[in-house]
């Protein structure tokens, strides 16, 4: 999957030609393997590095997609990633300091929501309620101006009793656990 997006970012040789080293390295159909270490991860299992443990949770969205849990064993952030509204998500939120929940839609739309897979914010906070999340912070939002981030704010502080927020970039949370 990551090869075939690199592809759209690739360039011909000859449109390369007297190109920096950095500029060919990510003008290539190999970008993503040039700049990260890719290794492939069991969904079914957990991984381990840092101190931390990370598990994996099957979403609902067009393909595969999987929300994590990561933990240092005292505190628990949970990241939905792309989904719909699934039992899934509340395995996944399940008394988790942090959600960071995607909120793409401000109302549920059948295809979007329904086929595709994307929550409202709405969805995120009842998700966070049920499963007795700590905190919500909506991320993946489709507009980022001010007034569209505090409205969804909003709408999911109507179903969940707790602090909620819209992530932003260089935001640092603590996780107390």
Not at 17 to 24: L, P
Not at 65 to 72: E, F, H, N, P, V
Not at 117 to 124: D, F, R, W
Request: hydrophobic residues 35%; aromatic residues 6%.
């Amino acid at each position: 999957m990551l090869r075939t997006i690199a592809f759209a970012f690739a360039k011909p040789p000859e449109v390369l030609e007297g190109a920096s080293e950095e500029t060919k390295k990510l003008s290539t159909a190999d970008l993503f393997s040039n700049m990260f270490d890719l290794a492939e991860y069991d969904p079914d299992g957990s991984l381990s590095f840092g101190g931390l443990d990370v598990s994996f949770v099957p979403m609902r969205h067009a393909g595969s997609a999987y929300g994590m849990r990561i933990t240092d064993g005292t505190s628990v952030l949970a990241h939905t990633g792309d989904t719909g509204d699934c039992p899934g998500l509340d395995t996944l939120a399940r008394d988790a300091d942090i959600l960071l929940s995607e909120a793409s839609l401000r109302e549920f739309d059948p295809d979007t929501s329904g086929r595709h897979g994307h929550l409202t914010p709405g969805e995120a906070g009842r998700a966070a309620s049920r499963s007795g999340v700590k905190r919500l912070l909506l991320t993946h939002m489709s507009r980022s101006d001010p007034e569209w981030r505090a409205e969804m704010v909003a709408l999911a502080s109507e179903e969940l009793d707790g602090p909620v927020k819209a992530a932003s970039p260089d935001d640092r949370y603590v996780l107390d656990g």
